[in-house]
């Protein structure tokens, strides 16, 4: 009798699939070097410093009714996303996560060989979910100020069942340019535009166009804005026809009874919200004046609430990671070329960007008198 094989019985486009990068756990990098968890400062995974608001703190300390399945319809969380996003109800899914909505569009609409287009370097994400859908991925690099090159992403998005882009980007923190999207809709692609961190941009969200355009549609996320990253709640905005096929084939139950009571009560404390989020605006440019005033550090322009920073004086964007880290300062690295002499940091309160800044100066000031 043959035995099963988990593994020569894989679909082969999954068998070399790589690994998503996630996010080091904080306890155990914390511990590697010799740290308190506390005394951390985790500014690897553009997460809110502020955390969950008052509001929401109450209600995961309230009954939300953990013992019940939450509401499989999602119906009163998509009618407070409505109230804030300004767009009917039927025109909002939500999910885990902005994740697992990515995964269910290419589910629903990316077929295997089909051409998936983004933008890199961006959200890893999409180049994850080509690959478990066994789909072709098309990356068109992005220009050296970080722009998305237009004739090219058009000339791509023309042969493809599906476009990805990030605006703002990540890691970039730049926008996609305005015009740009007119002429992506007329390409017969689905465009998917990712605005995770648009509450931190100074730029419309394109939510109330992609509930009336079919060609579109806008991901919007909980985890940045809202501080509560580990709850996992992110929601879609389309036409009311693929919302409710997404809302068919979703998993009946993907968000959590906790996870809906923590995003109902962000709602209702949105003036907190968006209070936290100037705070965070102001300290994204005071960081990047303090490191551009540095002079070994040239930090991109950016939209969101992280800076994308090269390395000027010859280390590797890795190689200042270690040195923060030695002072308990965690930031993100990349291991492709373009980003090779790059870090991304995640803004923290102004007493934590305080001490980053002094651990910059000491770096620096390190790598002066060694040459």
Not at 44 to 67: C, I, M, Q, V, W
Not at 98 to 123: C, H, M, Q, Y
Not at 186 to 206: H, N, P, Q
Request: net charge negative.
């Amino acid at each position: 009798m043959v035995r099963f094989d988990p593994l020569a019985s894989l679909k082969p486009h999954i068998r070399d699939l790589p690994p998503y990068e996630a996010l080091e756990d904080l306890e155990e990098l914390a511990a590697e070097y010799g740290f308190a968890p506390e005394d951390v400062l985790k500014l690897d995974g553009n997460e809110n410093p502020f955390g969950p608001s008052p509001k929401a703190l109450d209600a995961l300390h309230n009954g939300y009714g953990a013992d019940r399945y939450a509401d499989a319809a999602q119906l009163r969380l998509r009618q407070g996303v409505s109230k804030y996003v300004g767009v009917p109800a039927e025109n909002i899914v939500a999910g885990a996560g902005s994740d697992e909505l990515i995964d269910l569009i290419f589910r629903l609409w990316v077929n295997p060989d089909d051409k998936v287009v983004t933008a890199g370097p961006t959200f890893g994400m999409y180049a994850f979910d080509s690959g478990l859908n066994g789909a072709e991925l098309v990356d068109v690099p992005r220009m050296r100020d970080w722009s998305v090159e237009p004739d090219a992403l058009l000339g791509a998005a023309i042969e493809a069942k599906a476009v990805f882009l990030a605006s703002p980007n990540n890691p970039t923190g730049n926008l996609l340019q305005p015009e740009l999207l007119d002429a992506l809709l007329l390409t017969g692609a689905l465009i998917v535009l990712d605005e995770a961190y648009i509450e931190f941009a100074d730029a419309e969200s394109m939510a109330v166009r992609a509930a009336s355009e079919p060609a579109l549609i806008v991901l919007r996320t909980f985890s940045k804005w809202g501080g509560i990253a580990g709850m996992r709640v992110g929601y879609a905005v389309g036409v009311a026809e693929s919302v409710d096929v997404m809302l068919r084939a979703k998993q009946p139950y993907n968000i959590s009874a906790a996870s809906q009571a923590a995003a109902l009560a962000s709602l209702e404390d949105i003036e907190v919200l968006n209070e936290r989020a100037r705070v965070l605006v102001a300290e994204r440019e005071r960081m990047a004046e303090a490191m551009r005033h540095a002079e070994w550090l040239e930090p991109f322009p950016s939209e969101a609430n992280f800076l994308l920073v090269r390395v000027l004086d010859g280390r590797s964007g890795r190689e200042v990671s270690e040195a923060l880290r030695q002072h308990g300062i965690f930031v993100r690295t990349y291991g492709s070329q373009r980003l090779e002499d790059c870090f991304r940091i995640s803004m923290g309160t102004p007493s934590q960007n305080d001490r980053v800044i002094a651990a910059l100066a000491e770096i620096g000031a390190g790598q002066g008198a060694a040459t």
